[in-house]
């Protein structure tokens, strides 16, 4: 059997006594240690002597689960503040928090962050190491000043920078970014807010139970601030330099996208010089060898088009999508574009489209395409000089310089059910929503 092209072979080979000696010893270790943790847990002796034996056994079983909660009650025990502060040699001083009248506290969050570490590295597909990490990083938010704070989520943005260099796909390394940028935001807004001066700054309440919900921060709608949008768009950049392919990197560009267009300090004229360079990237990237038929990039560039027209939603593999009376108009990333440009836009577009279908013929994607700016160029041209309101596009109304008649679109319709027949039927009803008839 093979998994992401790797085979996988099994070790037939006969064991040694010598090497069936030593797994008995190690398991008998593992027991022993095992047998010391659950022990000292059921005795609520939750002491820094705990902790090191949960990071022996947990470095041996990382899976275990129920260790992993122990630690987290060994933690809030070591947090309050009735505890002596303690010097261990297991947890080294860093000079970054020296100044902080609570020492401890950082100290056992950045030392417990560092152990999870190597961890990470060999087993970078366990939950339960990232959901341990998330609930240092929300005890980071809550019991210590928002400035300390802002270190350790940034010093977090690093590594999931590092990670996503390593495997620039992988769709939960961008959610976790996701949430490493929103609670970045947040502290940031609390530090303008105030001066140091979070409740969790102060140790006189008990701190957050095991059992309550994690006070990290969910990706929102909020709109973060300029220069963290500028940064994140900068980041997409150079990773789409690097794949193209990167479906997450594109996804993450059209929200940092709609931000930065929705600034205030974001007027018409900046945001049309935005579309224009986003089209040209996408335009770029569409004439490669390859991505003419990569999804990722035409999901963004029909994404793109929809500002062209907000009448229209983007073609997509939704059964529900519609040409004409969408459930739920979209949100325009570029609203302050004005009919008129729309239309020369939508004219443009289909010229690039036109000169990229020659040798991509078997692209269905262009079709679909084509098909929708085509309808948007009609839309348009009715908003801005009314002709007759027929539910066809005929000769009469449809416009010569957009580079396609109504034999173009016939045309288009039959390459699109001949290249994707598995939604034949979707096609047909595009058909007979624009009044075009089967040849």
Not at 127 to 132: A, E, F, Q, R, V
Not at 190 to 197: A, F, G, P, T, V
Not at 419 to 434: A, N, T
Request: charged share 20%.
């Amino acid at each position: 059997m093979a998994s992401h092209g790797t085979s996988r072979v099994s070790d037939s080979k006969p064991r040694s006594d010598q090497a069936k000696q030593e797994d008995l010893k190690k398991i008998k270790e593992y027991r022993t240690l095992e047998t010391q943790v659950i022990s000292k847990v059921q005795a609520h002796d939750y002491t820094l002597e705990t902790l090191a034996l949960t990071s022996k056994l947990l470095t041996k079983n990382p899976e275990y689960y129920t260790i992993w909660n122990h630690r987290r009650r060994i933690l809030q025990s070591l947090f309050l503040p009735e505890q002596p502060q303690l010097d261990p040699p297991d947890l080294p001083a860093d000079p970054k928090f020296s100044q902080s009248p609570d020492y401890q506290i950082p100290r056992l969050l950045t030392t417990d962050l560092a152990f999870l570490l190597p961890l990470l590295r060999s087993f970078p597909k366990c939950y339960w190491l990232w959901s341990h990490r998330l609930w240092l990083l929300s005890q980071a938010s809550t019991l210590l000043p928002v400035s300390q704070a802002l270190e350790i989520w940034t010093s977090e943005l690093s590594l999931v920078s590092r990670m996503l260099t390593l495997d620039a796909r992988n769709y939960h390394g961008w959610s976790y970014r996701r949430i490493v940028i929103q609670n970045l935001e947040n502290l940031a807004k609390k530090s303008l807010q105030s001066d140091d001066s979070l409740n969790g700054s102060s140790l006189s309440a008990n701190p957050i139970n095991a059992n309550k919900p994690n006070p990290i921060t969910q990706p929102s709608t909020s709109t973060p601030s300029s220069d963290m949008t500028l940064t994140e768009l900068n980041y997409t950049t150079t990773m789409l330099h690097a794949s193209l392919s990167n479906f997450s990197a594109w996804h993450w560009r059209s929200i940092f996208l709609s931000h930065l267009s929705h600034l205030p300090s974001s007027p018409p004229a900046q945001q049309i010089t935005t579309l224009d360079s986003e089209l040209t990237l996408i335009q770029q990237a569409l004439y490669t060898d390859v991505t003419p038929y990569d999804a990722s990039i035409w999901s963004y560039y029909l994404l793109l088009i929809t500002n062209f027209s907000p009448s229209l939603t983007p073609i997509s593999t939704s059964a529900t999508s519609n040409l004409h009376s969408p459930r739920q108009p979209p949100k325009l990333i570029f609203p302050s574009l004005n009919p008129v440009k729309k239309l020369s836009y939508t004219k443009q577009e289909i010229s690039n489209l036109l000169d990229l279908l020659d040798g991509s013929e078997d692209c269905h994607y262009l079709y679909q395409a084509l098909i929708q700016l085509c309808v948007m160029h009609k839309t348009l041209q009715r908003e801005i000089r009314p002709a007759k309101n027929s539910g066809s596009i005929d000769d009469e109304t449809w416009p010569e310089e957009a580079g396609a008649r109504q034999e173009n679109l016939l045309g288009w319709m039959d390459s699109l059910e001949l290249l994707d027949p598995l939604r034949r039927g979707r096609w047909r009803e595009w058909r007979d929503r624009l009044g075009l008839l089967q040849r």
